[in-house]
């Protein structure tokens, strides 16, 4: 095993232990294969060039062309690449040089269209388990984040009443936020609640609101799984943060006033909100479709 590779599997092992998703970890470990492979291709050594500021400056934007050129890579998947290289460089003590990033064309986060939206609910509808129901309705009709919903607790959500709602205790930023429910999330969840105490009515559970057959709090990879599977089940590629999107979307082109928005979706920066506003691709291809090139 060449030094590289003996280097690479310390890295691994090393990402196994940081506070980061199972997705981010593993397009991490992919990237720096890659980036790996180039260098083996170009007969490069990175233990060399780690001793020379300008040749590894001068490699990583050989990288980034190649990445854009015979990897017919995108810009933000370029973007993510050098981030994953800075990363590495960073875990092994040597500062990354400071390689240009792709601008990236301004468009709204990917949302669902109407269509879409219509899809996902009548493919919920038909889910058999009140779980499932309860996880898509609350994740599309509130916008949390995923860890937000995995951290909720039984006590923090309100179904019955005129004031329904739940209760954020510690989002991004440990900000905390309040975020009404209309009748469709409280009702899944209502019956979810009630499933709950049936099923775990003899055994140890834990307080979270979504819990795993063995009693205990449900992971974000658990529920983002629960997603995905409605989501292929209606033929849509789904996830939470798609769902988040789908809800502030929904909110700004209602209308809503966008400092509501930013409340509900926990924005600490206004500017994160306004991005909801920005046409999406769809809209392009629409207003394109839709020309009106008259009578020749």
């Known amino acids: 095993m060449n030094d590289s590779s003996t280097e690479f599997n310390k ?133 949390i984040r995923v860890g937000e919903c995995a951290a909720l607790d039984v006590e923090d959500i309100f179904v019955v009443g005129r004031h329904r709602k739940l209760v954020v205790r510690n989002g991004k930023g440990d900000f905390y936020r309040e975020i009404p429910l209309n009748r469709e999330a409280a009702e899944s969840v209502a019956e979810w609640l009630s499933d709950r105490e049936k099923r775990f009515a003899d055994k140890e559970k834990d307080s979270a609101l979504f819990l795993n057959p063995q009693g205990k709090r449900m992971s974000t990879a658990s529920l983002d799984l629960i997603v995905r599977k409605v989501g292929q089940f209606c033929g849509l590629t789904l996830s939470c943060h798609v769902l988040r999107h789908t809800l502030l979307t929904n909110l700004v082109r ?23 506003t920005r046409p999406s691709a769809r809209d392009r291809q629409l207003a394109m479709e839709n020309l009106c090139t008259g009578e020749r």
Request: hydrophobic share 35%; net charge positive.
């Open 11 to 143: 890295y691994s092992s090393w990402l196994n232990r940081q506070p980061l998703s199972l997705q981010t970890i593993r397009a991490y470990r992919s990237r720096i294969k890659r980036f790996q492979g180039f260098l083996e291709g170009s007969g490069e050594a990175l233990e060399e060039l780690l001793g020379s500021e300008r040749e590894l400056a001068h490699v990583l934007r050989n990288y980034k062309r190649h990445l854009k050129q015979a990897g017919k890579a995108s810009p933000a998947t370029v973007n993510a690449h050098l981030t994953a290289v800075d990363h590495y460089l960073q875990y092994l003590g040597k500062k990354a040089p400071e390689i240009p990033r792709e601008e990236l064309p301004e468009v709204a986060p990917s949302a669902l269209s109407k269509d879409e939206q219509l899809r996902l609910l009548r493919a919920v509808a038909g889910c058999k388990r009140s779980l499932d129901r309860a996880v898509l309705l609350l994740l599309y009709y509130t916008g």
């Open 254 to 276: 209602n209308g809503n006033d966008l400092m509501l928005v930013a409340e509900i979706g926990g924005h600490k920066r206004l500017e994160t909100t306004k991005r909801y």
